[in-house]
């Protein structure tokens, strides 16, 4: 059976435009937000498994892809969620499901807080907590714009950038201490990755940052709706996500394989359809 198509549109919000991906013509709603760097190009394999049963949405997420910024300043998290609050409301949607991976997490977090008879269900796929030493040395070195030059050089800078998030933990830390054992993904994948960060050189390191900064342990339990965390075994969010989940006082965990695995795809569908299945 072909997948189900994935079409391509922009809105108009209080800050500009947000540009989103979707796709699926029937069932319940579902808001899918992506991980930091990238866009909702990275999603696609996730609105994939989805459309076949749900009306799926999955924006670029403010100064990321091909929406516009909210501002040249760093937001917070609580402002990205008031402006998934602002997509909402621009394709129409009253209450919906609600997945968010890492940075997305976080927005789709404070979105549930934000707005709680509008989310009836939150899947947070790999949640952080980043504090002391860890958080100044990320806030330091992560991530910073990527300035355009006339010799090219920053782009050879995010390339590198992006293909070493495949490799190492933090990005920067090319040592044994700091290996991934995933690999590389694919070169079409990483050509996606790099594109969609070449869009936004100069704004995508703004979400970053709030969501290195976005305190988890303090937020985490104000959320009222069912909660589903889930994390891969080999994603570098995995102790955090663990211990998070158990500040909730309507949540779940469940353990994902390995992000490289031949089966993640299916376990984590398997996982998600279960968790909205007790509640629908």
């Known amino acids: 059976m072909a997948a189900t198509p994935i079409k391509r549109g922009f809105v108009d919000v ?3 435009q947000m540009h989103y991906r979707h796709a699926g013509d029937s069932g319940e709603p579902l808001l899918i937000l992506h991980a930091s760097p990238g866009s909702s190009r990275q999603q ?3 609105i994939e498994d989805f459309a076949g049963e749900a009306r799926v949405f999955a924006p670029d997420t403010p100064g ?3 929406s516009d910024a909210l501002s040249d300043r760093e937001p917070t998290i609580p402002e990205l969620a008031a402006a998934a609050l602002a997509f909402l409301d621009a394709v129409g949607l009253e209450t919906v499901r609600v997945y968010g991976s890492h940075t997305g997490a976080a927005i789709a977090a404070e979105l549930a807080i934000l707005a709680p008879a509008r989310v009836p269900a939150l899947v947070l796929d790999g949640v952080s907590l980043m504090q002391g030493e860890e958080l100044a ?14 010799e090219g050089a920053y782009l050879m800078r995010l390339f590198q950038f992006c293909r070493d998030q495949y490799m190492f933990f933090p990005w920067y830390n090319r040592t044994r201490a700091g290996r991934r054992d995933g690999g590389l993904g694919s070169a079409a994948d990483l050509h996606a990755w790099v594109t969609e960060v070449m869009k936004a050189s100069t704004t995508y390191h703004l979400n970053y940052r709030a969501a290195f900064k976005w305190p988890a342990d303090e937020r985490m339990p104000l ?3 069912p909660t589903l965390v889930t994390a891969a075994i080999n994603d ?3 102790d955090s996500s ?4 158990k500040l909730l006082k309507d949540g ?3 353990e994902l394989p390995r992000l490289d695995a031949a089966d993640f795809r299916t376990a984590r569908k398997a996982a998600i359809d279960s968790f909205f299945g007790k509640r629908a």
């Open 44 to 46: 696609v394999r996730t």
């Open 14 to 16: 209080p800050h500009g």
């Open 252 to 254: 779940s965990f469940a």
């Open 236 to 238: 570098p969010l995995y």
């Open 64 to 66: 990321n892809g091909d």
């Open 223 to 225: 959320l009222k709706c």
């Open 242 to 245: 663990v211990a998070l989940e």
């Open 137 to 150: 040395d990320v806030l330091e070195r992560y991530a910073h714009p990527f300035e355009p030059d006339l």
